[in-house]
């Protein structure tokens, strides 16, 4: 049972524009929400992160949406520049014991010029 | 600081040989975990620990197991290794103080069973 989705397996940007990363949960027990960036070969990043009792977070281009009754983030990059270009995975914890992260699949954004 | 590092980066196994891979983290977290990555699941955790001497199993943790012996390090060892064990492999750290922060991850293990 996947808890956090991301429907979107790919998402192609011209830069200069929004690009628009979506997230879903199921688990209503979720009260902090990251996201990630991955570049191939290399380790995650991170990159904003949201808790529950907001629904926006916002640093530079990165602004981070969450709307707590349709279980639903996401995540604003704009302008949109090459260098975005990456995969992206939305997780959630529930702030238990070691505050675990479950992952969404992962979003490629693609940025061309 | 060096931040999260893993040892080795690649290595080719066959069925039923045995390997540990090494996490190791400079920034005096308390807790740390251990995922793997295949396409299209996203990262899935196998185990984790939440100090020094501790572990706990996550969410895909058969066969696979950990040793935290020391604060700096988290063991993965594979103890007769299969194709379905073929995966990337990640470790991560984050400080144990607070509830909402976020997890460091190394560069990766990439794995391959024959």
């Known amino acids: 049972d996947q808890q956090v989705k991301q429907n979107s397996p790919s998402l192609s940007v011209q830069e200069g524009r929004i690009s628009i990363l979506n997230c879903d949960y199921t688990n209503s027990m979720f009260d902090y929400f990251l996201w990630y960036k991955k570049y191939p070969a290399e380790g995650p990043t991170f990159l904003i992160s949201i808790s529950s009792i907001k629904d926006k977070n916002e640093d530079g281009r990165f602004t981070v949406f969450l709307n707590k009754s349709a279980k639903h983030l996401s995540l604003h990059i704009v302008p949109s520049q090459p260098g975005d270009s990456a995969v992206y995975f939305c997780a959630a914890s529930d702030g238990g014991t070691a505050s675990k992260l479950t992952f969404g699949t992962g979003t490629r954004l693609q940025v061309t010029l | 600081n060096a931040g999260v590092t893993q040892t080795p980066k690649f290595r080719v196994l066959k069925t039923g040989q045995s390997m540990t891979l090494l996490c190791a983290q400079d920034m005096n977290h308390e807790y740390m975990y251990w995922y793997r990555q295949d396409p299209g699941m996203g990262l899935r955790l196998i185990h984790y620990?939440?100090?020094?001497?501790?572990?706990a199993k996550g969410e895909v943790p058969d066969g696979y197991n950990v040793s935290r012996l020391k604060k700096q390090n988290f063991l993965l060892g594979l103890e007769s290794a299969a194709p379905s064990q073929t995966s990337v492999y990640f470790c991560a750290s984050r400080h144990g103080r607070t509830s909402y922060n976020e997890q460091f991850f190394g560069p990766g293990t990439r794995l391959t069973v024959l």
């Open positions: 620990s939440v100090g020094e001497g501790t572990t």
